[in-house]
């Protein structure tokens, strides 16, 4: 099946861009469709990593002889940071333009890396979304992930073990980042069980046996790989106080599920409401990156623990909260309610999986494949 991604990349026209994306998002398969008369380096091909590791000047060598404006692309660029110097010096001098592709940003940032100092602009390739799938199958996505390779096959297990293993192999430790890899998959064990609840430090180095600090350290190896985020809580006090303690989404809904070795998900289970929850975060984080509207995500969890949003984004002006209900009731809004009544503007929305869109104790109430649909339209304003 041919997919049409949503990202376009336009802004190569006139800038130079990073594109980072978890392994697997479709980086490559993407440049080559939009650009295929660009200069190509793929860094994961041994003789040409090693002939610019050896030489790094060698790509300013071959550069030279373009066209000034003409567009090169680096895909895992981050394989050989030392390349930077020159496209810098190529941006400069050449007035080539350059998109430098990779699967984290750690290695270049802890090599110290000349990043191009605000030369290059970020884009970032998630997972598909809704609208990028012919027939799209909610299910489907909830139960095999979003990953092209993944979500296609009839069964993704074999891949998404493999996708883990590969991950393990080449990001972990062939980059040395952890000293026991054992402790490692441990922690991800965990954090998999904890994914999309309230990060608690100190019941997860418990859990696994190590410090604190060493999760916390974890935690950020996920992020700066690419293989998770962070949702921070909306710390904002007016009436009611709140955590300030973050969520953790791993990047991807079908991850966590791998990792626990959890059976096939049904709708009418609380898997499946915590499942769904973490799907629509992922949908709506990878909208608002894509159509380059910058307003934080973040979630509301009163300090009392009687009220809780799912997602807040902006400055409180609009609050989701996300039910795997098919009938929603007064019980389900009351986050919602308790929400506006310290932010009167903001739009309240409840996602469920009601049939038809209604509008219930003031709160727009939408099926997810209903509001799935017109986000992407462009007919809801977040």
């Keep these: 099946m041919m997919l049409e991604?949503?990202?376009?990349?336009?802004?190569?026209?006139?800038?130079?861009?990073?594109?980072?994306?978890?392994?697997?998002?479709?980086?490559?398969?993407?440049?080559?469709?939009?650009?295929?008369?660009?200069?190509?380096?793929?860094?994961?091909?041994?003789?040409?990593?090693?002939?610019?590791?050896?030489?790094?000047?060698?790509?300013?060598?071959?550069?030279?002889?373009l066209n000034d404006g003409e567009l090169v692309i680096i895909d895992e660029v981050?394989?050989?940071?030392?390349?930077?110097?020159?496209v810098h010096w190529l941006i400069e001098n050449k007035g080539l333009r350059f998109i430098l592709s990779g699967s984290s940003a750690r290695k270049l940032r802890r090599s110290g890396a000349n990043l191009l100092g605000g030369r290059a602009l970020?884009?970032?390739l998630f997972p598909l979304v809704s609208a990028e799938i012919p027939d799209f199958d909610l299910m489907r996505a909830i139960n095999?992930?979003?990953?092209?390779?993944?979500?296609?096959?009839?069964?993704?297990s074999a891949r998404i073990k493999a996708y883990i293993g590969d991950y393990l192999q080449q990001e972990i430790v062939e980059e040395a980042i952890v000293r026991r890899l054992d402790g490692f998959i441990r922690f991800l064990e965990v954090a998999a069980i904890s994914n999309s609840e309230i990060v608690n430090y100190t019941n997860i180095a418990q859990d696994c046996g190590i410090s604190s600090k060493t999760v916390k350290e974890?935690?950020?190896?996920?992020?700066?790989?690419?293989?998770?985020?962070?949702?921070?809580?909306?710390?904002?006090?007016?009436?009611?106080?709140?955590?300030?303690?973050?969520?953790?989404?791993?990047?991807?809904?079908?991850?966590?599920?791998?990792?626990i070795r959890r059976p096939t998900i049904q709708p009418g289970t609380d898997i499946f409401g915590h499942a769904l929850e973490h799907f629509i975060i992922?949908?709506?984080?990878?909208?608002?990156?894509?159509?380059?509207?910058?307003?934080?995500?973040?979630?509301?969890?009163?300090?009392?623990n009687r009220y809780e949003v799912d997602l807040i984004i902006g400055e409180a002006e609009t609050a989701i909260e996300i039910k795997s209900s098919d009938n929603i009731t007064s019980n389900d809004t009351k986050g919602?309610?308790?929400?506006?009544?310290?932010?009167?503007?903001?739009h309240t929305i409840l996602l469920s999986m009601e049939e038809r869109p209604r509008r219930f104790n003031g709160i727009d109430v939408w099926p997810v494949q209903t509001f799935l649909q017109r986000l992407w339209a462009g007919q809801l304003n977040l």
């Design 5 to 65: 991604r949503i990202l376009k990349l336009e802004e190569i026209k006139d800038d130079s861009l990073f594109l980072w994306g978890s392994r697997q998002t479709g980086k490559s398969t993407l440049l080559k469709a939009l650009f295929p008369q660009a200069q190509l380096y793929d860094l994961l091909k041994t003789d040409v990593r090693l002939a610019f590791q050896t030489r790094p000047a060698l790509l300013r060598e071959e550069c030279e002889m």
């Design 218 to 259: 974890y935690f950020n190896i996920l992020v700066e790989t690419m293989l998770g985020f962070f949702l921070p809580a909306y710390t904002k006090v007016v009436k009611r106080k709140v955590l300030q303690s973050p969520k953790f989404y791993f990047f991807d809904v079908a991850i966590p599920h791998y990792l």
């Design 122 to 124: 970020r884009r970032t």
């Design 78 to 86: 981050q394989k050989v940071p030392a390349l930077l110097d020159e």
């Design 282 to 304: 992922q949908e709506i984080r990878a909208y608002l990156s894509y159509r380059n509207i910058d307003k934080q995500m973040t979630y509301w969890h009163t300090l009392d």
């Design 144 to 156: 095999h992930g979003m990953l092209p390779r993944h979500y296609l096959t009839s069964d993704p």
């Design 336 to 346: 919602l309610k308790a929400f506006s009544e310290e932010y009167p503007t903001a």
